[in-house]
């Protein structure tokens, strides 16, 4: 017997792989156009770093016009949860980075060089398996969970590196024969990786992001497919990646010690390798102490916790991509307005330690991005937010007319209001406009003389005024109940004057809005109108 027939009596139906070879050609691009991916597994779970990754495989192959697929791995069916594939389409879809290729819901997919799902891909992993076991360069091992057990307590009480490897590695030795008796007696077994490789001997490798690292060579006979029949992670990636013509390979830095692994395992199959580009992962400063940002301990850990929020799409991105070139933040005051498509997104650039997450940096980025929008997009972003996360909300914004003009206040000039940073602010900044306020707080100023105030600005108000007459007037009320007329003299000589014109201007801003910080007065007056500004005054003044 040989190693042909062995492969024949474990996988008799598998296709040669020349079949997938040919089916699979090569993509016809232009010249550095990079072709990358996103690969979660569907675990329910889209983590901020997972969507960091996503993003900044999108800008690589945007920039090269390359193509950008989404590949799901659920190769581990344990992990796997209800929707998992459906969370992962959405959150793609969310941030506005759907992929050029692979699945689109959860049992649609577009591209040539699908199934984009491991678990439809069951027939060519068979074939690349059988591939290498007819070579010689695999084969089956029938050590049971309990044996592979013993073998690890072993190492550990010798105090030996742990795994399937050179004299441990059993199976490895076993002759042709043996393997097809025990296959043919109904005996339980999994395909390993016959690995090459030297654990004495180094191997260079030039990341993308990491430079140049030095490891030992892999010699571990890792499992290629498993009991279930499906792949391992590092087996389906070498074939997947194979043929899915991906030139560049962007993932989470806990895999650049299995690249080793994975060289020889492109090698021994005879593949190109792709280019490999380990991202650090987004940490976090807990009590002085740098971690990464956890799935368990961290909302913020999780993509969807930005859409519950509401912080703008637009920001998140704008972090993250800050996050990722430092010099992101200088070009975007250079070029207000531009999309960050147009920004020169350098993959060379990115930091190889993990950056730690901002969150206040991340909504001043919301800040400045909601104050950009006109009303009209801050209304629908806003409705669009509150119909799933808050019906109060929701119901305000219902009188639209009204409330883009309330939205309108302060926006679109040359300097825009910059008071909301989510979406969920937006209530909490409003609500007066709708509400008449519940609680007053004239602070220093007393009772009296804010009745006093409120009592003669009544008789001066006049909904058609000007800014400059509106603003006089309030400079007649201070006068008329004593209080400084222009700020300055009072600064002159303060003594003279129990407040000046700021402090009157308060009286009737609380008066009319409940707050004592708001946009600008003169507009919010025009908006709530006549009959609201003199029935919110009239309140206070009988209430004094
Ligand atoms: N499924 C792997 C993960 O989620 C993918 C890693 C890769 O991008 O190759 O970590």
Known sequence: MDYKELANLIFPNAKPISYYEEKYKPRNLKEGAVVSRFAPSPTGFVHIGGLYQALVAKLMTKKTGGVFFLRIEDTDQKREVENGVTDIVNSLKDFDMAPDEGMISDNEEVGEYGPYKQSLRKDIYESYAKYLLEMGKAYPCFCTPDEIEEIRKKQETAKIRTGYYGVWAKCRNLSIEEMANKIKNGENYIIRFKSPGREDRKIKHKDIIKGNVEFPENDQDIVIIKADGLPTYHFAHAVDDHLMRTTLVIRSDEWLSSVPLH???????????????????????????????????????????????????????????????????????????????????????????????????????????????????????????????????????????????????????????????????????????????????????????????????????????????????????????????EVKEYKQNPDKWPGHVGDISTVIRVAITGRRNTPDLYEIMKVLGKEMVVKRLEKVKDNL
């Not at 009204?402 to 209001?417: A, F, T």
């Not at 804010?450 to 006049?462: G, M, P, S, T």
């Open 263 to 485: 060289l020889q395992l492109f090698q021994e199959l005879g593949f190109k390798a792709p280019k490999y580009a380990h991202i650090s992962p987004i940490m976090k400063n807990d009590n002085g102490n740098k971690r990464k940002l956890s799935k368990r301990k961290d909302p913020e850990a999780a993509v969807s916790y930005y859409k519950e929020e509401g912080i703008p799409v637009q920001a998140v991105k704008e972090y993250l991509i800050n996050i990722a070139n430092s010099t992101f933040e200088n070009w975007r005051r250079a070029n207000i307005g531009k999309s960050i498509d147009e920004f020169d997104f350098d993959i060379n650039k990115m930091s190889v330690s993990g950056a730690l997450f901002d969150m206040v940096k991340l909504l001043d980025i919301g800040k400045t991005v909601i104050s950009k929008m006109s009303a009209e997009e801050v209304y629908n972003e806003a409705f669009k937010w509150s119909e799933i996360n808050d019906k109060e909300l929701n119901d305000m914004l219902k009188n639209k007319e009204y409330s883009l003009k309330v939205l309108g206040i302060e926006r679109g000039s040359g300097k825009p209001r910059k008071d909301i940073s989510k979406w969920s602010d937006v209530k909490d900044n409003i609500i007066y406009m709708y509400e008449e306020p519940k609680e007053y707080d004239f602070d220093k100023i007393s009772g009296e003389d804010a009745k006093k105030v409120i009592a003669e600005y009544l008789n001066l108000y006049d909904e058609n005024d000007d800014k400059d007459t509106w603003f006089n007037k309030i400079k007649d009320v201070s006068e008329k109940c004593g209080y400084a007329r």
